[in-house]
């Protein structure tokens, strides 16, 4: 079975804090993807990124990178030099390798940046 | 370009009464997905369709729910009669196919819907 845990609830921190959002998850495929979303007050989740199981290398994305380790089936994310703007709940998501598979979401983490 | 697109926004009925989500998905997307956002339960797939067929609907919850697709700008998600516990927000995604990969979803913003 497929599972994606985010054990964190809920985060709070001060403006220009790193913070980093853990992200765990099983399943039995051997090719799968990872998301990630964000969900702002406003409420559309937008996508952030994608994974697939066979690229382990961390990507950067201006204040944005995510660390793939499959030894521990995590996808943490890292918000580097938070910002206000950043206040969201982050979703991460799995899925196996085709279009037929579900993406499995896990309950979210709420992200609140304080100025 | 004109992401997917749900109405209402807001519904507030009372239960017993029929309600009726709509979505347009982005132009030249294939796939449709209807999802429930509670806070006890979270994101929860209900139903989706590809080529306007539906494919996997085995997360609706019961026989009150229904969805269709009739053409592939236009999906519906119907509660009848509605109750309280269907409070939630629906979301509508799309997303196209990669060859037989999994791509991104892009999602509405979702209608809250209040059964009282």
């Known amino acids: 079975a497929q599972k994606v845990t985010q054990a964190q609830t809920e985060i709070s921190v001060v403006e220009k804090e790193d913070v980093t959002l853990d992200c765990v998850y099983e399943?039995?495929?051997?090719?799968?993807?990872l998301f990630w979303y964000k969900q702002p007050p406003s409420g559309e989740l937008v996508f952030l990124i994608r994974?697939?199981?066979?690229?382990?290398q961390n990507e950067i994305s201006g204040r944005y990178s995510w660390n793939f380790q499959k030894s521990t089936s995590s996808f943490n994310f890292t918000i580097t030099a938070s910002q206000v703007v950043d206040s969201a709940v982050y979703f991460c998501?799995?899925?196996?390798?085709?279009?037929?598979?579900?993406?499995?979401f896990g309950t979210g983490t709420r992200l609140q940046v304080f100025p | 370009d004109a992401g997917v697109i749900q109405s209402p926004r807001h519904e507030v009925t009372e239960m017993g009464q029929e309600v009726t989500l709509r979505c347009k998905p982005i132009?030249?997307?294939?796939?449709l997905f209807w999802y429930r956002q509670t806070m006890m339960r979270g994101l929860e797939l209900l139903i989706y369709?590809?080529?306007?067929?539906?494919?996997?609907d085995s997360g609706m919850p019961e026989d009150r729910f229904s969805a269709k697709m009739p053409n592939a700008s236009f999906s519906t998600l119907k509660i009848q009669p509605s109750e309280p516990r269907d409070s939630a927000v629906y979301f509508c995604?799309?997303?196209?196919?990669?060859?037989?990969?999994?791509?991104?979803?892009?999602f509405g913003e979702g209608s809250r819907l209040t059964v009282l």
């Open positions: 994974r697939n199981s066979f690229d382990e």
């Open positions: 132009s030249g997307h294939d796939y």
């Open positions: 995604a799309s997303s196209f196919q990669q060859g037989l990969l999994t791509g991104e979803l892009f």
């Open positions: 998501a799995l899925s196996g390798p085709y279009n037929t598979d579900k993406l499995i």
């Open positions: 369709f590809n080529n306007n067929v539906p494919i996997d």
């Open positions: 399943t039995r495929d051997t090719t799968y993807y």
